[in-house]
């Protein structure tokens, strides 16, 4: 990216005679001015225009250039257009126009020590500061790693006493680390030091279920005593000081630099008596806003998250506003937030990457909800209920859409993100976006407010990528009726089977989608999620988790190398699971009861049918190789004489997953294929390659004798990668695994063979770990895995 330059603006206004409409075009000159002053005059402008002829089209044409702004731009209800004719945002023909957050420096460099550099800097603080137009490092510790994913590097010892006894001044720091379940990350301000020399921390944010933060995956920044690598920089807003480790041979005074300043560049801003209608923004750059970890303080009722309504562009209180055919890219915080009360706002054909926290977010308000309840661990009691279905007021996102995007490295700071976030809306479509590299969902519904949303021909992969237990697409129903204590929730529903019914209005429908989620589920319906029809979805890696809920339907989707998750349902639930093609055997997690239809779905293997009939289900489906055409290739239609057709199986369509523009389709990355694992381990005494390992199923006497075992069972190591999570656990040539367990959950499982522990391994890594027994030297002894160190 070429370094900013400051801007002016100069404006004219064309009415054209024949049409009346005005074109307000906007140019940038190459003399420093106050871009936000002059872009808002050109709104008035505007404003102006249509109170002259009110019915007329007007459009603000952006010349190339770097707007450098000093306040955010505010489009209100004067600006509106009409349906026929929508007042339009846009970049003038052929041109590439900047809406910059960044502020210029003007800076004299002079040495300080150690090869660090300072400079006084005039104006506010700030928290992202660009050389020549690329990020720098707030000085941190552990240093910043572009190898490592999580947080670019982690350590244990981040808050030890001996590093912090090292710190003289260590409040405006900040210690990010995630979640101690891996449920996504905390950011915890530091405050100061205690007169004992420890630390004084502010409240944890960016999270909504509160934990320590995790002992090992951590990091703290913004602390001048760990300034020691190169990139790295520092800002003492005291005494107004800027200190900063350029790289080796660069000389700071021949560099560019710019600094944050706004968190949010665009404001459509209007209300439901009064709102913003038909505006069009298009062909604009979004870029360096400022973080906004530190004001994720908002709990989305009981969903995990906590949110800050702060985005590059933020809209509330509008109609018929259409974003399309941007790109927003190296961002603090998030790209889009629909907040609150908005109807018919379409966010199609954008570019959206590198950006701190959410690609698009539609987001109500929570005074629309009925009985609201904020905490995991807190619940609307029988007595204070509302009974009334539905929401309480209109301030919320509906019938509004993600269209066409293309979404990805998204939560570079922030990791309780996602692609597409909805939360307190209803009948969102989101279609035909892709979306991959994310810490953690591609796409979330945070609850069953109000239902009504579709999610299809998606392609969603490379998620969960730094946190655990979630999927390419997650939701959670923790509604009015959901309760976390089961025993008194069954209690609950026995009174009143249908209070679910109070907030999921309508269906959510998940069809036609490719879905792949190698460190979690690639559907995860999560705690309470009800009213879902899930079908004629590809899902790659993950497979698909039923959590407690009502009324789940899981049909004609193909489970490649992975099966069905069915946890804790409620009886009496409505689920149907039929017509699948399971590549893996169904993992139940405290099942006790089977009344659902599970039947017609086809099996790769009989021992995977056996399980299932075991449990009382699927009396009529079958066994066999469901025959693609190509898997490795991605095209996983069935042959004609496929047995899964006889099963009920039809086929899906292979070329309309993902983002559908030319431009976008052409830079949008593609997920893993791979044969099926269970063809590759048809032949148990073949060796198998799984991440790094070479693994054998023990076949022979000799081999059995060699390990000490009492019969030929177990699955041998034949080769550790030194830098695969095996060899990092202590996994060794020659250990032979007997057993996958689980102390949570207090189940084991045998691993007899390969085929076992690779079913097991896939239904398994949602959790980011492994926990085996294995035979060395003549004994059995515990090992854990980490999944994704």
């Known amino acids: 990216m070429k370094a900013f330059s400051p801007m002016c603006l100069c404006l004219s206004v064309l009415l054209c005679g024949l049409t009346h409409a005005a074109v307000i075009q906007v140019s940038s000159k190459d003399v420093a001015s106050n871009s936000s002053s002059e872009l808002q005059r050109a709104f008035q402008r505007a404003v102006d225009a249509k109170h002259h002829n009110p019915n007329d089209p007007v459009t603000l044409e952006l010349a190339d250039g770097d707007y450098l702004l ?14 026929q004719s929508p007042t339009r945002i846009v970049a003038a023909p052929g041109a590439h126009p900047r809406l910059s957050g ?24 700030f928290d992202l500061l660009y050389m020549n137009g690329e990020r720098q490092v707030r000085a941190r510790y552990p240093n910043f790693d572009p190898k490592i994913a999580l947080f670019n590097g982690y350590a244990a010892d981040a808050i030890s006493p001996t590093r912090v006894s090292r710190w003289q001044h260590p409040e405006g720091g900040v210690l990010h680390a995630l979640h101690e379940g891996r449920w996504a990350s905390m950011h915890v ?35 001048f005593e760990e300034l020691d690598s190169s990139h790295e920089w520092y800002y003492d807003s005291v005494a107004a000081t800027l200190y900063f480790m350029p790289p080796p041979g660069v000389d700071p005074n021949g560099a560019a630099f710019q600094a944050s300043r706004l968190e949010t560049l665009l404001e459509v801003r209007g209300t439901e008596a009064a709102p913003v209608h038909d505006i069009y923004i298009g062909g604009l750059e979004f870029t360096h806003t400022a973080q906004t970890f530190l004001s994720s303080t908002e ?128 009948n969102i479509l989101v ?81 036609h989608n490719r879905f792949r989620s190698d460190h979690g589920w690639d559907i995860d319906l999560d705690d309470g999620s009800s009213n879902y029809q899930v079908y004629d979805n590809l899902c790659l890696a993950g497979g698909l988790k039923f959590r407690e809920g009502f009324h789940r339907e899981g049909v004609n989707n193909i489970l490649v190398n992975n099966g069905f998750h069915p946890h804790v349902w409620f009886k009496n639930s409505g689920d149907r699971f039929e017509h699948n093609i399971v590549l893996g055997p169904y993992s139940p997690i405290w099942m006790d009861h089977w009344d659902a239809v599970i039947d017609h ?75 099926m694992l269970i063809t590759q381990i048809a032949d148990t005494a073949r060796p198998l390659e799984v991440a790094g390992g070479l693994f054998k199923t023990v076949a022979s006497l000799g081999e059995q004798s060699a390990v000490g075992l009492p019969d030929t069972k177990g699955v041998m190591v034949l080769k550790v990668d030194s830098s695969s999570s095996w060899a990092a656990a202590g996994l060794r040539v020659g250990d032979v695994l007997l057993q996958a367990y689980d102390d949570e959950l207090k189940t084991s499982v045998p691993l007899d063979n390969v085929e076992q522990f690779i079913s097991n391994y896939q239904s398994r890594k949602w959790w980011g770990k492994f926990d085996f027994v294995i035979q060395r030297n003549q004994h059995q002894q515990k090992l854990h895995v980490d999944l994704q160190r």
């Open 299 to 426: 709990p989305l009722l009981r969903s995990d998250w906590k949110f800050a309504r702060k985005a590059a562009l933020l809209i509330e209180g509008a109609t018929g506003v259409t974003v399309e055919n941007n790109v927003f890219h190296e961002l603090g915080g998030n790209a889009v937030v629909v907040s609150g009360f908005n109807r018919n706002v379409r966010v199609a054909g954008n570019d959206i990457s590198d950006i701190g926290a959410s690609g698009i977010s539609f987001v109500g308000r929570p005074e629309a909800v009925r009985s609201p309840v904020y905490s995991y661990n807190e619940w609307v009691s029988d007595e204070k209920m509302d009974r009334t279905a539905g929401p309480r007021t209109n301030a919320y996102p509906a019938h509004s859409s993600a269209e066409d995007n293309l979404i990805h490295h998204i939560g570079t700071i922030e990791k309780q993100v996602a692609g597409v976030e909805i939360a307190m809306s209803m």
């Open 431 to 511: 279609s035909h976006n892709t979306i991959y590299d994310t810490p953690r969902a591609g796409i979330n519904i945070g609850d069953g407010t109000w239902g009504g949303d579709v999610v299809e021909y998606n392609d969603v992969f490379d998620t969960v990528l730094q946190t655990a237990d979630h999927g390419a697409i997650n939701t959670w129903g923790r509604d009015r009726y959901w309760m976390p204590d089961r025993a008194a929730l069954d209690k609950r529903l026995a009174r009143e089977p249908d209070l679910w019914k109070l907030d999921t209005l309508a269906p959510n429908i998940i069809r």
């Open 189 to 223: 301000p530091i405050l100061g030091k205690n007169p004992d020399g420890t630390l004084r921390f502010g409240a944890q944010t960016g999270n909504n279920r509160p934990s320590p933060p995790h002992s090992l995956y951590r990091f703290v920044e913004n602390i």
């Open 102 to 125: 960044a502020r210029q420096l003007v800076l004299q460099w002079k040495p300080y020590r150690n090869g660090i550099y300072r400079a006084n800097v005039a104006g506010p603080s």
């Open 601 to 675: 779905n086809l099996f790769a293997a009989p021992w995977m049918l056996d399980r299932a009939r075991s449990l009382g289900q699927d009396s009529h489906s079958g066994v066999g190789d469901p025959l693609f055409v190509d898997a490795a290739g991605g095209n996983y239609t069935v042959s004609p004489v496929s047995p899964a057709l006889e099963i009920g199986f039809h086929n899906l369509p292979m070329a309309d997953f993902g983002v559908t523009r030319p431009e976008l389709r052409r830079r949008a990355g593609k997920p893993e294929f791979q044969a």
């Open 70 to 83: 000093s306040s955010q731009l505010t489009i209100g209800p004067d600006l509106s257009g009409t349906p």
